[in-house]
């Protein structure tokens, strides 16, 4: 864990909505009442914010990167075309695709709440509710990027999109260079859950080589 994450993480009950602080609550109840492990169920939330989740978003980022007409599809309208590949439902009825360039950067971010699209991506983190991200995605997107461990170079431009109950956003990153030729699943592999949400990026081929 990177400092970045730590800072991301620490936020008091203050920060929590009223369902979060119910489900606290009810979480608390169950635990010692023993109907609950802590264990289990850190594993299982654990397992839909970085392994579930973020695999449906994998699978629609890496067929855009294969199919040149999936991807206009899915940059014109992304709900349909994410439901295509059978990923629809709560917190998913409206997504927004929006796709990096070599000039410009996107980055998401909900300064409400926590709003965030479930079916592509699972369970948001913990750092994207805290007061600090949301917070600072705004004020100092590159201090982000910072904070988790990249910068861009000066002339990309960041655009910083802010996630409502309404519209929810999903970042097509660019497709890194050498996996000309790769399968739609193999460039899969590549994908990370920060990388489309916009405060991280695709590993290098050589990374999962």
């Known amino acids: 864990?990177?400092?970045?994450?730590?800072?991301?993480?620490?936020?008091?009950?203050?920060?929590?909505?009223?369902?979060?602080?119910?489900?606290?609550?009810?979480?608390?109840?169950?635990?010692?009442?023993?109907?609950?492990?802590?264990?289990?169920?850190?594993?299982?939330?654990?397992?839909?914010?970085?392994?579930?989740g973020p695999r449906n978003g994998a699978r629609v980022v890496a067929r855009a990167w294969t199919d040149p007409a999936y991807r206009a599809r899915l940059l014109k309208d992304a709900t349909p075309a994410i439901a295509e590949l059978g990923y629809a439902g709560r917190q998913g009825e409206h997504i927004v695709a929006v796709e990096n360039t070599p000039s410009l950067h996107n980055m998401v971010v909900c300064t409400l709440c926590s709003c965030y699209p479930w079916p592509v991506l699972g369970l948001p983190p913990v750092w994207y509710k805290s007061a600090p991200y949301r917070s600072k995605a705004v004020k100092?997107?590159?201090?982000?990027?910072?904070?988790?461990?990249?910068?861009?170079?000066?002339?990309?431009?960041?655009?910083?999109?802010?996630?409502?109950?309404?519209?929810?956003?999903?970042?097509?990153?660019?497709?890194?260079?050498?996996?000309?030729?790769?399968?739609?699943?193999?460039?899969?592999?590549?994908?990370?859950?920060?990388?489309?949400?916009?405060?991280?990026?695709?590993?290098?081929?050589?990374?999962?080589?």
Do not use: C, N
């Open 1 to 52: 864990m990177t400092s970045a994450d730590h800072d991301h993480g620490e936020h008091d009950h203050s920060e929590l909505s009223e369902t979060e602080l119910r489900v606290r609550a009810l979480e608390s109840i169950l635990t010692e009442k023993g109907y609950v492990d802590p264990a289990a169920l850190d594993l299982l939330i654990e397992t839909y914010e970085t392994r579930v």
């Open 140 to 209: 100092d997107p590159r201090g982000v990027l910072r904070d988790f461990g990249f910068e861009l170079p000066a002339a990309t431009e960041i655009r910083v999109w802010d996630s409502t109950a309404e519209i929810r956003y999903l970042v097509l990153p660019l497709r890194p260079g050498g996996t000309e030729g790769w399968s739609e699943q193999r460039v899969a592999g590549l994908v990370t859950r920060d990388s489309m949400i916009g405060t991280g990026l695709p590993k290098a081929p050589h990374e999962v080589a």
